[in-house]
């Protein structure tokens, strides 16, 4: 698969029964650009793992939610992030919703990086947290606060290049990164 994807409302949903792949699959850096983005199991008892693909270079932008299981799957979702960059520019506050479902759904990082680039005029950016799997790279570009949601893992770098990221809030977790740049 190939080419460009540009939503200007509503939800994409990959609703799979088994594993299966997401994004480009050739060499090209087409640009994928969803408003909400979610990935899903049809299956009622298999865990699934959806894997972005690694032969491409293009980036994925979804400038509302990004979402890992969905109410009312019954086995969990695992989305591997492969090599890519999301670019995760939703102003409302909460970018990435993981587990979903509530079944242990997660995300793995691979080596990929998500960008918050969205502020949230209504507050703090939440930083998911993602129990049963890490994130690569974070990189975190925009005029707000970015809070954790709860303990984090960052196997790669987590870069602040706009913004604060505020480890004290309410109730301070975890944070580990395998590097910060400031």
């Given at each position: 698969?190939?080419?460009?994807?540009?939503?200007?409302?509503?939800?994409?949903?990959?609703?799979?029964?088994?594993?299966?792949?997401?994004?480009?699959?050739?060499?090209?850096?087409?640009?994928?650009?969803?408003?909400?983005?979610?990935?899903?199991?049809?299956?009622?008892?298999?865990?699934?793992?959806?894997?972005?693909?690694?032969?491409?270079?293009?980036?994925?932008?979804?400038?509302?939610?990004?979402?890992?299981?969905?109410?009312?799957?019954?086995?969990?979702?695992?989305?591997?992030?492969?090599?890519?960059?999301?670019t995760l520019s939703s102003t409302g506050g909460n970018p990435i919703v993981a587990n979903?479902?509530?079944?242990?759904?997660?995300?793995?990082?691979?080596?990929?990086?998500?960008?918050?680039?969205?502020?949230?005029?209504?507050?703090?950016?939440?930083?998911?947290?993602?129990?049963?799997?890490?994130?690569?790279?974070?990189?975190?570009?925009?005029?707000?606060?970015?809070?954790?949601?709860?303990?984090?893992?960052?196997?790669?770098?987590?870069?602040?290049?706009?913004?604060?990221?505020?480890?004290?809030?309410?109730?301070?977790?975890?944070?580990?990164?395998?590097?910060?740049?400031?």
């Open positions: 698969t190939c080419g460009t994807i540009t939503t200007t409302g509503g939800t994409f949903t990959q609703r799979a029964s088994g594993d299966k792949n997401f994004g480009t699959s050739v060499a090209v850096g087409t640009v994928w650009t969803f408003v909400n983005l979610t990935f899903s199991n049809s299956t009622l008892a298999t865990a699934i793992t959806i894997t972005t693909s690694t032969v491409g270079s293009g980036g994925i932008t979804v400038s509302g939610v990004l979402t890992v299981g969905s109410a009312g799957d019954t086995a969990a979702t695992t989305f591997d992030a492969g090599n890519r960059t999301y979903a479902d509530g079944n242990g759904s997660s995300i793995t990082g691979n080596t990929s990086t998500f960008s918050f680039t969205g502020a949230n005029a209504g507050g703090d950016t939440t930083i998911e947290q993602n129990t049963a799997g890490s994130y690569s790279n974070i990189t975190l570009n925009a005029t707000d606060t970015f809070v954790l949601e709860g303990a984090t893992v960052a196997t790669g770098t987590i870069t602040i290049t706009t913004g604060t990221l505020d480890t004290t809030a309410a109730s301070s977790f975890a944070l580990t990164a395998g590097a910060i740049s400031i």
